[in-house]
């Protein structure tokens, strides 16, 4: 069974400090790991697909690396808009859904 | 559409009543799926459905909890005799059939068993 473990559970940031978020993961065939943004009261924001260790993603301050166990979230320089819930998700060869972490709730400060 | 649109937004129900809850995918995506959000917990599957495949109900939690999806669009998701510990958020989201572009989620329904 594909498991996702997200950490820290919360992250308190001034704005303008760096931080990263790990999703720990293990699956039988990675076919892709997903990054979510989730706001209070709305359902999942897709930000990133990545497929394969080594591939690396950015969107604006949020940048995604991956490797064979693990993926990162990387916030540079954050500011109070980045404030959200991260959630990290899964999806293996011999399956069409995806499995989610639990999530990480980050919050930047002004 | 524009996005995955459900309804109602927000449903609060006796304990033992009968909820349904809705979906309305983007045009054109053939993959639907319902997740359940308790609060503090990562997303839980619970149905998926493909084009006119039969749809695989694996992550359904009882056998009160039901879902169709007529004409390959819309879906309806079926509680019966709801009981205290279904509150949570119901969200539905569909994609292409890869899902390599993500998944579209909706803004779920608050479910609330009283």
């Known amino acids: 069974e594909d498991q996702v473990t997200q950490s820290p559970e919360a992250l308190r940031l001034q704005e303008g400090e760096s931080s990263s978020l790990n999703c720990s993961y293990t699956?039988?065939?990675?076919?892709?790991l997903f990054w979510y943004r989730q706001d209070p009261g709305k359902g999942p924001e897709f930000l990133f697909t990545l497929y394969s260790a080594g591939e690396e993603k950015e969107k604006e301050r949020l940048k995604a690396t991956l490797t064979k166990k693990e993926s990162f979230l990387h916030i540079t320089a954050p500011k109070p808009e980045d404030s959200a819930t991260y959630l990290c998700a899964v999806k293996g060869t011999n399956d069409y859904k995806l499995s989610f972490g639990a999530g990480t709730t980050v919050t930047v400060r002004a | 559409g524009a996005g995955v649109s459900q309804s109602p937004s927000n449903k609060v129900t006796e304990k033992g009543k009968d909820v349904e809850l809705r979906c309305d995918p983007i045009s054109g995506h053939t993959a639907l799926y319902w997740y359940r959000q308790s609060l503090g917990q990562g997303l839980e599957f619970l149905i998926y459905?493909?084009?006119?495949?039969?749809?695989?109900k694996s992550g359904l939690p009882s056998d009160r909890f039901s879902a169709e999806r007529t004409g390959g669009s819309v879906s309806t998701l079926t509680i019966q005799r709801t009981q205290q510990e279904d509150s949570a958020v119901y969200l539905c989201?569909?994609?292409?059939?890869?899902?390599?572009?993500?998944?579209?989620f909706g803004s779920g329904t608050r479910l609330t068993v009283v």
């Open positions: 699956v039988s065939g990675l076919r892709g």
């Open positions: 459905f493909q084009g006119n495949s039969a749809p695989d």
């Open positions: 989201a569909s994609s292409s059939p890869t899902g390599s572009d993500g998944y579209t």
